[in-house]
């Protein structure tokens, strides 16, 4: 017996609910020390930690924590109503400022109190955030050398094999490790998508933007700016450049326009042009 728990020291598995109950309950009271006791169950190899019972009324002197009359009639009324089947499977409590391991007072807590081979001791540190778990190695507490954080899905119940578990040092954090991974690529791909409908958005946009002003430019009457050639000397447009716009202006008046022009026959091109249509509709 004893050979074989020396070779395989107890396996723990506490659900991530309550890592994180413990370290509410621990940062509530910043500088002083707090406990409360595990619930679970137990077999041969596994320890299993779904619930815990903040330790109302336990004295808090100083750095140390004590298990009173009081406390156990408190944890033990909240176990039989809500945990009848389960067990007391350990105890946590906090060690604000001052690190994870056990004093010996908290060894003498353990051995009086949790003294069943699979019982545990969790140790939580509010300030540095680090977390530790102790237990049974034959007649010694060691601190053991890893755990599984159990997700609520996955259940104390649901057994080795059915989900892969994350099984970490004991000096990690391991519900950050466990929750944070998921949430950043779930966060990145809303990120993407978000991109993406932004820049769909801009572009449909700017399509629509674009036809439009197509359309309007074919359908409206428009102006359209020709450059011409102007003759350097007399700043006038260049002879065969200046036809279209002279000609029509002087249309209308074409008449008044062929009297002057019969007079004084010293008169320039832009009467030309004018003669030149009339013939055109004789
Ligand atoms: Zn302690």
């Given at each position: 017996?004893?050979?074989?728990?020396?070779?395989?020291?107890?396996?723990?598995?506490?659900?991530?609910?309550?890592?994180?109950?413990?370290?509410?309950?621990?940062?509530?009271?910043?500088?002083?020390?707090v406990c409360g006791v595990?619930?679970?169950?137990?077999?041969?190899?596994?320890?299993?930690?779904?619930?815990?019972?903040?330790?109302?009324?336990a004295a808090q002197g100083g750095t140390h924590v004590t298990f009173t009359q009081d406390t156990w009639e408190h944890i033990y009324k909240i176990?039989?109503?809500?945990?009848?089947?389960?067990?007391?499977?350990?105890?946590?409590?906090?060690?604000?400022?001052?690190?994870?391991?056990?004093?010996?007072?908290?060894?003498?807590?353990?051995?009086?109190?949790?003294?069943?081979?699979?019982?545990v001791a969790w140790v939580y540190d509010p300030h540095s955030d680090e977390e530790g778990c102790f237990g049974?190695?034959?007649?010694?507490?060691?601190?053991?050398?890893?755990?599984?954080?159990?997700?609520?899905?996955?259940?104390?119940?649901?057994?080795?094999?059915?989900?892969?578990?994350?099984t970490l040092s004991g000096s990690g954090s391991p519900d950050e490790w466990e929750d944070a991974a998921p949430a950043k690529s779930e966060e990145k791909d809303e990120d993407l998508s978000r991109l993406a409908r932004t820049v769909s958005f801009?572009?449909?946009?700017l399509a629509v933007l674009i036809l439009g002003g197509l359309l309007v430019w074919y359908?409206?009457?428009?102006?359209?700016?020709?450059?011409?050639?102007?003759?350097?000397?007399?700043?006038?447009p260049l002879r065969e450049y200046q036809i279209s716009p002279s000609s029509d202006s002087k249309a209308p008046n074409s008449d008044q326009g062929r009297s002057n022009a019969g007079q004084s026959s010293g008169q320039r091109e832009p009467s030309k042009p004018a003669e030149t249509k009339r013939r055109n509709v004789h």
């Open positions: 017996m004893s050979e074989q728990k020396k070779e395989k020291p107890a396996t723990l598995r506490i659900s991530s609910d309550v890592a994180r109950e413990i370290r509410q309950h621990a940062c509530s009271y910043h500088k002083t020390e595990l619930i679970g169950t137990k077999d041969e190899a596994v320890t299993s930690i779904v619930a815990c019972i903040a330790g109302a009324n176990k039989d109503r809500d945990y009848p089947n389960e067990r007391i499977v350990g105890w946590y409590h906090s060690h604000p400022g001052f690190g994870v391991f056990l004093s010996d007072h908290d060894t003498f807590i353990h051995k009086n109190f949790f003294s069943s081979p699979q019982q049974w190695n034959g007649e010694l507490l060691e601190r053991l050398s890893k755990f599984a954080v159990v997700d609520r899905r996955g259940g104390e119940l649901a057994g080795a094999g059915e989900k892969p578990e994350p801009v572009f449909s946009h359908l409206l009457p428009h102006i359209v700016i020709l450059p011409v050639p102007v003759d350097p000397q007399t700043g006038q």
